[in-house]
């Protein structure tokens, strides 16, 4: 399985530095590979470094464990930036970190097609 996270925050970079240090020392992310990715700046422009993460996990998986460490994570940030994390064709974020946020994130994750069931 192949995820892309973003994060939307003035300090995007620093913030997907620290995020990959966190997913890294998980336990329930620690043997999934995170690496950094972004897109190439177009010719004449600086751009970022990286603007994403890119994690890819293999059997044995919990998306449970994997929104709770990065909801963890994001409860450190003195201004929790949104999480962006996309599987296959679906984007789903985590802007507030509510109950249902993290429902929806968990639901859409373990759909083995990538497509969000319908929470209430």
């Known amino acids: 399985m192949q995820f892309q ?17 966190w997913l890294r020392q998980e336990p329930a992310t620690r043997t999934a ?9 177009a010719p004449g422009s600086m751009g970022n470094l990286f603007d994403m993460l890119e994690l890819v996990t293999g059997n044995g998986w919990s998306a449970a464990s994997f929104v709770l460490s990065v909801l ?9 930036p949104r999480v962006v994390i996309r599987y296959g064709e679906v984007e789903i974020s985590l ?3 509510s109950e249902e ?8 994750l373990e759909q083995g ?3 969000p069931r319908q929470t209430s």
């Open 5 to 21: 996270i973003r994060v939307t925050s003035s300090r995007q970079e620093s913030e997907l530095r620290s995020l990959q240090g």
């Open 33 to 41: 590979v995170v690496s950094q990715g972004g897109q190439t700046p």
């Open 72 to 80: 963890a994570w994001r409860q450190t940030r003195p201004r929790p």
């Open 95 to 97: 802007a507030e970190g």
């Open 101 to 108: 946020e993290v429902r929806a994130m968990v639901a859409a």
């Open 113 to 115: 097609d990538g497509t």
